[in-house]
């Protein structure tokens, strides 16, 4: 038997008489947004790069080793980097000209590079002072006490945040924070911490005086901004067939000064995102995809896709083992949260609407539980969250998927500017998953009275 094989089976209690060290999947998410759009951070002397035919504004400017910096902070390393026309992908890190999104998993310290952050994003180039926001979030984790830092209790991430972004820092160019649990604490739940811009409350009253006024004419008119969008997909208790893929025991080990774009792992990465039919979650066309296949298991993607109203990301890790397998799924696409057809399933090189990227996603990993979150930002006057909430519970109990889940918690909550719809579901009791046929089954335990 391989040693992926031991780990592939052994359960979470046995973890430590066989001296397994359990794996943290689920993530922690810290997202930074210094202005409200891309072009509100251009300069004049911004540099044209040729190799993705567009300017480097803001924090794209900042060179990769000064972010290395940081994340040597956080105790994470690049492994790879994909540049898009507006983004940059370095493993799990997503550089935007006016936001960065950091989001790691283990033991690894997101919010000890907070500070390195502001610092840099403070420094000339790209010179952003303020803060327009702030996200940081996490699912309550399997094994707390393997953290470390502020991250052993949610209440110390809570405090470290605060001294940043709490009461006192109205006039340092930050919003006030606060601090949420998403769910049944005595179940799987979700934390987040959230700040609004500093002059939110001055942009609220602005908003609501144009409303009562009649609109005046204006040679210059700033434009809509496009709606923000952030769906997430956190899976655990993967089946085996949703877990076997991503074991390599036979992984050859990375040849030394090779580049990180050749090595086997990053070939392995490929050929299993189009074995499993992560390639198939967006039109290939429009995709450009790194994935990392680590030793003896485990997987890692980004991938950022070009949309009609411009580019986003999706990120997807993979923690296989037995006793804490975990899959998360996180994307930034625009996507309907309707359904924009009949049952009639979308074809792989046409964009996905919310209902159908949600089965592909489930039908990579069949987990037993699974919450979703989606974030939107409700810059109209109506929120998209109720038909989000329709369309989890739809994707979740269609025939088609082969499996049935039932939805265990369902939550809306509406922060300064942004709405959230959450919901967990399990799968039912009695299906079980046969290897060799395509289709699941009703499994009937006999009763003493049989």
């Excluded at 940059?88 to 550089?95: I, R």
């Excluded at 079980?432 to 699941?440: F, I, K, N, S």
Aim: charge should be negative; charged fraction near 25%.
């Amino acid at each position: 038997m391989t040693q992926a094989e031991v780990i592939s089976d052994v359960l979470q209690e046995d973890a430590a008489a066989l001296n397994v060290c359990p794996f943290e999947g689920p993530e922690k998410l810290l997202e930074v947004w210094f202005a409200p759009s891309a072009e509100d951070v251009a300069a004049d002397d911004d540099e044209f790069d040729e190799k993705i035919g567009v300017k480097r504004s803001g924090l794209r400017r900042v060179k990769r080793e000064t972010w290395e910096e940081m994340l040597d902070i956080v105790k994470c390393k690049v492994l790879s980097v994909i540049e898009g026309i507006e983004m940059d992908a370095e493993s799990s890190l997503f550089v935007s000209p006016h936001k960065l999104i950091l989001k790691t998993c283990g033991t690894t310290l997101n919010l000890l590079g907070l500070p390195k952050i502001l610092s840099i994003a403070a420094a000339p180039p790209p010179l952003l002072l303020s803060v327009h926001r702030l996200w940081y979030s996490r699912k309550s984790f399997m094994f707390p006490e393997r953290q470390q830092g502020p991250h052993r209790e949610w209440t110390e991430e809570v405090s470290f945040l605060d001294k940043l972004f709490g009461p006192g820092h109205e006039k340092g160019h930050r919003g006030i924070g606060a601090a949420y649990t998403v769910g049944s604490v005595n179940r799987d739940h979700w934390l987040c911490y959230v700040t609004a811009p500093p002059d939110e409350d001055d942009e609220e009253a602005a908003e609501e005086t144009a409303k009562e006024e009649p609109a005046a004419s204006s040679a210059k008119e700033t434009p809509p901004l496009q709606q923000d969008f952030t769906l997430e997909i956190l899976m655990s208790k993967l089946s085996a067939p949703g877990r076997r893929p991503f074991f390599f025991p036979d992984s050859p080990p990375l040849a030394a000064g090779s580049e990180a774009s050749a090595s086997p792992h990053h070939t392995r990465g490929q050929a299993l995102s189009k074995e499993v039919g992560i390639t198939d979650l967006f039109p290939e066309s429009q995709t450009t995809l790194d994935a990392f296949a680590f030793e003896p298991c485990g997987y890692s993607a980004n991938g950022l896709v070009r949309h009609d109203q411009g580019e986003g990301y999706y990120t997807i890790h993979v923690t296989p083992e037995e006793g804490w397998s975990y899959a998360s799924f996180e994307c930034n696409i625009p996507l309907p949260t309707a359904s924009s057809s009949s049952s009639t399933p979308a074809a792989s090189d046409k964009m996905p609407d919310l209902e159908i990227l949600i089965q592909r996603v489930v039908n990579i990993f069949q987990p037993g539980h699974l919450t979703l979150t989606l974030f939107v930002s409700s810059n109209a006057d109506d929120s998209p969250i109720e038909t989000a909430q329709r369309t989890f519970f739809k994707a979740l109990t269609a025939k088609a998927l082969g499996f049935n889940y039932k939805r265990v918690d369902k939550i809306n909550y509406e922060f300064g500017g942004y709405d959230l719809a959450f919901a967990s579901f399990e799968r039912k009791a009695g299906w079980e998953y046969q290897e060799h046929q395509p289709d699941w089954k009703v499994v009937v335990e006999p009763t003493l009275n049989s």
